[in-house]
């Protein structure tokens, strides 16, 4: 066995000496290129070895690629403007130093290509070294740009290097979250922000045009991703922070200015969510609208359409649509009548067992706060929760009675819910309509609060309790239902049980001496031994 391990411990020095030679070459050929043109053709040798299948000399490929291409561009040996083919170079009556400059050019082309091919990498270090790759040739571009800008729209900045990078990120078939939390640190640069921006948009529309706005979950879903780790400033002195600064009229650069990133930004979002979403994207989106989004749009209220369709998916979307409707009326004015029409709706049986319940009732006390709202509305959300709460389970109803008693408080002229007049010998139909959707028409106000009435009877005690406060009046503060929005069925069971013992009672009064008498003689008046 020793001489097999002697064997192995062998062949893995060669494996070892020969990456180190490789990688000693390719830096050698680097250098070559770079201290003599004559040598040029070695550059062939270094593109090879980046189509290599080895993760270790793909990665020392692309820092040798890095450095020699870099170079060059620092020392403007590569061809400036609309690049000829390389058969039109070599027939045309050019110069030795423009052939060189346009094949070096062509061989830097076929770089960025490869290095585009490597951001869909199986290996993620593959891919990290290929993005930081591409994104200092970006910054090397922008100090010494290969095209011909329109100088009053995009400045001496590498647009379409942006463009096609931001294409292989937003990959239709591979999730490149990895990647693009990786690619976060450069979107801190101003004006790489602002072209990423630019590109999303035209990304998005071309993408979801084609595949006629049908859902592209994945797609979409790295979209998202990139999208939510962009966060613009609140104020122009913050944009300090850029890849490529302008020699001249830096001032009246677009992406110098901050009216032109929040204009940028509100088309990318409302681009991407004018198409339909995978139904676990819309709860996302929903998450960051009112902190991450809303606050760099200039038009706000341009979210409508999508919190309008948000609204239609149903369930926990259907709420935090409203969430974002009523930041929306709060705090940009929006004029929305149907608001409490849709969450009037949203009060269904259902809505004590889903898990968001505690956020639920947390946002209807908030959307409800208001002293100004009419009565007749209040009346219809106050009385459809009591007739939920029959069927309602314990840990619900400590939310809902404390929840219709603010709401009675709030409004003193929904008292008339409460005190009507007595009618217990007469059956009579309520006229409250459950089934109808709009809350003025319910006929609320009409009704009373019978169902309280009934709960006063429930099988558990605190439950009882609550119920009973109806009966006197009730106090100015209002109950606060925090405390009870998480509380659990176990949680109340474990409360019960850990209450304190109550002493024990006297079962008689008279301490009984014999079997069939004593305590009163009871049984002995009716029993007896014979």
């Given at each position: 066995?020793a001489?097999?391990?002697?064997?192995?411990?062998?062949?893995?020095?060669t494996?070892?000496?020969?990456?180190k030679k490789?990688?000693?070459?390719i830096?050698?050929k680097?250098?070559s290129v770079?201290e003599s043109k004559?040598?040029?053709?070695?550059?062939?040798?270094?593109?090879?070895?980046?189509?290599?299948?080895?993760e270790?000399?793909i990665?020392?490929?692309?820092?040798?690629?890095s450095?020699?291409?870099?170079?060059?561009?620092?020392?403007?040996?590569l061809?400036k403007?609309k690049?000829?083919?390389?058969?039109e170079?070599?027939?045309?009556?050019?110069?030795?130093?423009?052939?060189?400059?346009i094949f070096?050019?062509?061989?830097?082309n076929?770089?960025v290509?490869m290095?585009?091919?490597h951001l869909?990498?199986?290996?993620?270090?593959?891919?990290?070294?290929?993005?930081?790759?591409?994104?200092?040739?970006?910054?090397?571009?922008?100090?010494?740009?290969l095209?011909d800008l329109?100088?009053?729209?995009?400045?001496n900045?590498?647009r379409?290097?942006?463009?096609?990078l931001?294409?292989?990120?937003?990959?239709k078939?591979?999730?490149?979250?990895l990647?693009?939390?990786r690619?976060?640190?450069?979107?801190?640069?101003?004006?790489?922000?602002y072209?990423?921006?630019s590109s999303?948009?035209e990304?998005?529309g071309k993408v979801?045009?084609?595949?006629k706005g049908?859902?592209?979950?994945?797609?979409?879903?790295?979209?998202?991703t990139?999208?939510?780790?962009?966060?613009?400033?609140?104020k122009?002195s913050?944009?300090t922070?850029?890849m490529?600064?302008?020699?001249?009229?830096h001032?009246?650069?677009?992406a110098a200015?901050?009216?032109e990133h929040k204009?940028?930004?509100?088309?990318?979002?409302?681009?991407?969510?004018?198409?339909?979403?995978?139904?676990?994207?819309?709860k996302k989106?929903l998450?960051?609208?009112?902190?991450s989004?809303?606050?760099?749009?200039?038009k706000p209220?341009l979210?409508?359409?999508?919190?309008?369709?948000?609204y239609e998916?149903?369930?926990?979307?259907?709420?935090?649509a409203?969430?974002?409707l009523?930041?929306?009326i709060?705090q940009?004015?929006?004029?929305?009548?149907?608001?409490?029409?849709k969450?009037?709706?949203?009060?269904?049986?259902?809505?004590?067992?889903?898990?968001y319940?505690?956020?639920?009732?947390?946002?209807?006390?908030?959307f409800?706060s208001?002293?100004?709202?009419?009565v007749y509305l209040?009346a219809?959300?106050?009385?459809?929760l009591?007739r939920?709460?029959?069927?309602?389970?314990?840990?619900a109803l400590?939310i809902?009675l404390?929840?219709?008693?603010?709401?009675?408080?709030?409004?003193p002229?929904?008292?008339?819910?409460?005190h009507?007049?007595?009618?217990e010998?007469?059956?009579l139909?309520?006229?409250?309509?459950?089934d109808?959707?709009?809350?003025?028409?319910?006929?609320?106000l009409?009704?009373?609060?019978w169902?309280?009435?009934?709960?006063?009877k429930?099988?558990?005690?605190?439950?009882a309790k609550?119920?009973?406060?109806i009966n006197?009046?009730?106090?100015e503060?209002?109950?606060?239902i925090?405390e009870?929005?998480?509380i659990?069925?176990y949680?109340?069971?474990?409360r019960?049980?850990?209450q304190?013992?109550?002493?024990?009672?006297?079962?008689?009064?008279?301490t009984?001496?014999?079997?069939?008498?004593?305590?009163?003689?009871?049984?002995?008046?009716?029993?007896?031994?014979?």
């Amino acid at each position: 066995m020793a001489p097999t391990k002697k064997r192995n411990v062998s062949s893995a020095k060669t494996n070892q000496q020969s990456v180190k030679k490789a990688k000693f070459d390719i830096n050698s050929k680097v250098d070559s290129v770079l201290e003599s043109k004559k040598h040029a053709n070695d550059v062939f040798d270094i593109l090879e070895v980046l189509e290599s299948e080895k993760e270790k000399d793909i990665i020392s490929a692309v820092s040798a690629c890095s450095k020699l291409f870099c170079t060059l561009l620092e020392r403007k040996e590569l061809f400036k403007g609309k690049l000829p083919g390389e058969e039109e170079a070599l027939s045309g009556g050019l110069s030795a130093e423009d052939k060189y400059r346009i094949f070096m050019r062509h061989r830097y082309n076929s770089c960025v290509e490869m290095l585009l091919e490597h951001l869909s990498h199986e290996l993620h270090g593959v891919k990290e070294s290929a993005l930081c790759c591409l994104m200092k040739f970006a910054a090397v571009e922008g100090q010494h740009p290969l095209e011909d800008l329109d100088w009053s729209e995009h400045y001496n900045f590498p647009r379409e290097l942006i463009l096609a990078l931001v294409e292989r990120l937003l990959s239709k078939t591979t999730d490149n979250s990895l990647l693009i939390s990786r690619f976060q640190e450069f979107l801190e640069m101003e004006d790489v922000r602002y072209y990423v921006m630019s590109s999303v948009r035209e990304n998005v529309g071309k993408v979801m045009d084609k595949n006629k706005g049908a859902v592209v979950p994945i797609y979409q879903g790295n979209v998202f991703t990139l999208m939510s780790n962009i966060s613009v400033p609140s104020k122009e002195s913050e944009l300090t922070n850029f890849m490529v600064k302008q020699e001249a009229k830096h001032e009246d650069w677009k992406a110098a200015k901050l009216i032109e990133h929040k204009r940028v930004f509100e088309r990318m979002w409302l681009g991407f969510l004018k198409y339909k979403l995978p139904s676990n994207m819309y709860k996302k989106v929903l998450v960051i609208l009112h902190d991450s989004i809303l606050p760099h749009m200039s038009k706000p209220t341009l979210m409508i359409d999508f919190l309008t369709a948000a609204y239609e998916v149903g369930g926990a979307i259907s709420l935090l649509a409203l969430n974002g409707l009523f930041v929306l009326i709060h705090q940009h004015n929006l004029d929305y009548p149907d608001f409490y029409k849709k969450l009037y709706n949203l009060l269904e049986p259902s809505v004590f067992h889903v898990k968001y319940r505690a956020r639920f009732f947390h946002l209807a006390n908030i959307f409800l706060s208001s002293s100004h709202l009419p009565v007749y509305l209040v009346a219809a959300f106050a009385k459809r929760l009591a007739r939920l709460a029959l069927t309602a389970p314990s840990t619900a109803l400590l939310i809902v009675l404390p929840f219709i008693y603010n709401l009675i408080r709030r409004h003193p002229a929904c008292r008339i819910l409460i005190h009507k007049p007595s009618t217990e010998d007469e059956p009579l139909e309520d006229p409250y309509l459950m089934d109808e959707e709009d809350p003025v028409e319910c006929c609320a106000l009409e009704s009373s609060l019978w169902e309280i009435k009934t709960l006063q009877k429930h099988h558990h005690p605190d439950v009882a309790k609550a119920a009973m406060m109806i009966n006197n009046p009730l106090p100015e503060q209002e109950d606060d239902i925090s405390e009870v929005l998480e509380i659990t069925t176990y949680e109340l069971m474990e409360r019960d049980l850990k209450q304190s013992q109550m002493k024990s009672i006297p079962l008689e009064f008279e301490t009984a001496t014999q079997l069939l008498q004593g305590g009163g003689d009871v049984l002995g008046q009716h029993f007896c031994l014979d």
